[in-house]
């Protein structure tokens, strides 16, 4: 099993990533409308609180399977975010 501190640094690279992508389109396209690309923005910070927060919610669970279930929903969520950079 990864460690804590290994999901966390997942989480923050992950969507990081997704941030810096919207970001970056942005910054290459100054005239166009830019409010999906601040909806996504959005989206991986309410994400990654979501995320975060369940990480310490491990209250007598399983904690392997509890971490997986959080590196899976990053995982699938993360690429979710992603597609939608891609397609702006």
């Known amino acids: 099993m990864a460690s804590i501190r290994d999901l966390k640094k997942d989480l923050n690279y992950v969507l990081g ?6 970001l970056d389109w942005e910054n290459a396209k100054p005239d ?8 996504i923005i959005d989206d991986a910070v309410d ?15 399983n904690s392997q399977a509890h971490f997986k279930q959080i590196a899976d929903d990053l995982l699938e969520k993360g690429n979710a975010l992603l597609d939608r950079v891609i397609a702006l």
């Not at 166009?32 to 909806?39: C, G, N």
Request: aromatic residues 6%; proline residues 0%; glycine residues 4%.
């Open 17 to 22: 990533e997704v941030i810096q992508q919207a």
């Open 32 to 39: 166009a409308d830019h409010k999906e690309s601040q909806k």
């Open 47 to 61: 994400l990654f609180d979501t995320l975060t927060a369940r990480i310490y919610q491990n209250k007598g669970q």
